[in-house]
């Protein structure tokens, strides 16, 4: 029988992540490993990294056991679980990066998916900034920066509030900035190339290896975006606010004021800002502020009520959500041209 799966977050922290800090226990309760932890994976089928099944008779399944048992059921028309959705506590910098497209992912990670990902700054300190690109405009430009010795002083620098939702396109150099706890939706792949590291040390007193060539192959410097304001249909319970449809995903936020009911058909993953409830045909579970939960797509009449704001990913359906916008789809990144 099929029911919303509410979620067991992986937590990366540690020496995996030296730049975390301890905002996911202060904002959300999370029940952290230690006060360097920079990610909760709050919905992955990652090998090693799985989140785990919370509620029902489910409860102690990885996602990969309950696509086993569920199979399109859960994930619809996707191929295997294509999403992957975190929580960042960005305590320090971190790293500058860049990630590749699926093609080159494939060929040189051993198969894997290339990543694409999107943010929602949830928190940020006054004056909090993140890097969102790089100055220069061509290949060519970008690799005489880099083998300069002159990417710090040509990274493009963007402010950021709570609030904030930006795209980050596979071959968009960035990098979140201390200060900051964001919302995350990406592609489910661990592929990233690193560019720079503010010269910070590792644990054996060594610097964070490099990955320049992969890098620079990988980049897309003519890339200059800006944060997006998205497009708003009202519709029963509230209204959804649209950000990306991609080929990857579809990003929504959902402005709940009372009782929405969710499309079936296509799974979704929900982060609640505040505290909502997921209500179905048999049952019922509150969604407190930064939980998550899986709702199959196979499974009709979910509700989700309250009066807040709860974030939903999806995998997209573009000719549907051109139809619903009209003109407005321009205002969604991805949905009238690739980028």
């Known amino acids: 029988m099929l029911y919303p799966l509410k979620m067991m977050p992986y937590f990366r922290h540690g020496e995996e992540t030296p730049w975390g800090g301890h905002a996911l ?28 099944v919370e509620n029902g008779p489910l409860a102690g399944f990885t996602l990969s056991r309950v696509m086993e048992e569920w199979g399109r059921g859960l994930t619809g028309d996707a191929e295997g679980f294509p999403l992957l959705l975190k929580l960042l506590d960005a305590r320090e910098m971190l790293s500058v990066q860049v990630h590749p497209d699926d093609a080159y992912a494939g060929a040189h990670e051993g198969g894997k998916l290339g990543k694409t990902e999107a943010w929602l700054v949830i928190a940020a300190e006054p004056g909090a900034k993140l890097v969102y690109g790089v100055t220069a405009d061509t290949a060519e430009a970008l690799r005489a920066q880099v083998e300069a010795g002159k990417l710090e002083e040509n990274l493009r620098w963007v402010t950021v509030q709570p609030g904030d939702v930006l795209y980050i396109p596979h071959g968009c150099v960035h990098a979140l900035g201390g200060g900051i706890v964001i919302y995350e939706i990406q592609q489910s792949s661990d592929v990233t190339y690193r560019f720079w590291d503010w010269g910070r040390l590792g644990k054996d007193g060594q610097p964070r290896a490099l990955h320049t060539a992969a890098a620079l192959d ?25 950000y990306i449809s991609d080929a990857n995903f579809e990003l929504w936020r959902l402005n709940v004021a009372g009782n929405m009911p969710l499309e079936s058909g296509r799974m979704l993953l929900l982060t609640s800002l505040g505290e909502a409830e997921v209500k179905w045909a048999d049952g019922s579970f509150p969604l407190n502020p930064g939980e998550s939960c899986l709702v199959p797509a196979g499974l009709e009449g979910v509700v989700v009520a309250g009066r807040t704001a709860v974030m939903c990913a999806t995998v997209p359906d573009r000719p549907a959500l051109r139809e619903a916008l009209g003109y407005r789809a321009e205002l969604v990144a991805g949905l009238t041209k690739d980028i």
């Open 25 to 52: 226990r202060d904002f959300f309760g999370k029940d952290i490993p230690d006060d360097r932890t920079g990610e909760s994976l709050e919905i992955s089928a990652l090998p090693g990294r799985e989140s785990v």
């Open 218 to 242: 990988v980049s897309r410097p003519q890339l200059k975006l800006d944060k997006l304001p998205g497009a708003t249909l009202i519709t029963t319970g509230g209204s959804r606010t649209a």
